[in-house]
């Protein structure tokens, strides 16, 4: 289906809203994109038969590849129980900042993701960093997501000044660890300048020290920070 969603073909359809250009279009499926992109790298052939996106977000692993890509894209995840009915559970509210654990209660079960449209305005890239190229367990998994502000007149040059930054990274403690300092620094600052990039660059790195698993060696540690960091610069220049 999100093949379907991509290349257009029928059944995918179902996203171009009337009067939408081509360039809306391209846009609105730029999350799509992120999570087709993050599936193509997800565990092997057999794991892929048997595995399920519902079973990758409860097992709530920091080493899980798709709780960055749905939190950066701010899905809303439905949860059902007999006895109670139907919840709707915010992906921010998904981990349990104390245990590390999905809030589920003991008798509700995951039914159903919704992942919103992205907008013109909203750019999003997702990394799985690993020993090889497929098969292997992450080193780092990182979604970033950046909102620039809309123009107020539709003929004025773009600004890339920056309304909303959410930079989600896996593998590196608990599950679904953001970068809240550098989240919120970037807000206000022009995207694609010096000033944003050193600055962040440098809280970015102490950031990320806390976050880290202390059980590590000290040089996967910081491998792992150099992956983060790169990624955050890739991202920042495409």
């Known amino acids: 289906k999100l093949k379907a969603l991509l290349d257009g073909s029928e059944g995918g359809k179902n996203h171009r809203h009337g009067g939408d250009d081509d360039r809306q279009v391209a846009a609105r499926l730029r999350g799509v994109r992120a999570l087709h992109t993050q599936l193509r790298f997800f565990g092997n052939t057999n794991v892929r038969a048997v595995a399920s996106v519902g079973g990758s977000l409860v097992s709530c ?7 960055p890509v749905f939190m950066v894209l701010d899905a809303t995840l439905v949860a059902r129980s ?3 009915g139907e919840r709707r559970i915010p992906i921010a509210d998904w981990v349990n900042p104390d245990t590390g654990r999905p809030t589920l209660e003991p008798t509700e079960v995951l039914v159903a993701i919704h992942v919103p ?17 497929v ?17 107020g007149d539709a003929l004025a040059p773009r600004s890339m000044r920056v309304k ?46 806390a976050m880290q698993n202390d059980r590590l060696p000290e040089w996967l540690r910081q491998y792992q920070r150099a992956l983060v960091l ?3 610069f890739k991202f920042f220049l495409a």
Not at 120 to 128: A, F, I, L, M, P
Not at 135 to 151: C, H, K, M, N, Q
Not at 173 to 180: C, D, E, T, V, W
């Open 61 to 67: 692993t920091h080493l899980g590849d798709l709780l």
């Open 164 to 209: 909303r930054l959410v930079s989600c990274i896996g593998g590196l403690g608990k599950p679904g660890l953001r970068a809240r300092a550098i989240e919120a620094l970037c807000v206000g600052m022009e995207w694609r300048r010096e000033p944003l990039l050193n600055t962040a660059i440098d809280l970015f790195r102490s950031e990320l020290a």
């Open 117 to 133: 449209w992205t907008t013109v305005d909203d750019y999003v890239e997702v990394r799985k960093q690993g020993r090889r190229r």
């Open 230 to 232: 790169g990624s955050f």
């Open 82 to 84: 007999k006895h109670h």
């Open 135 to 151: 098969d292997t367990t992450s080193l780092t998994v990182t979604a970033f997501r950046v909102t620039i502000e809309p123009p």
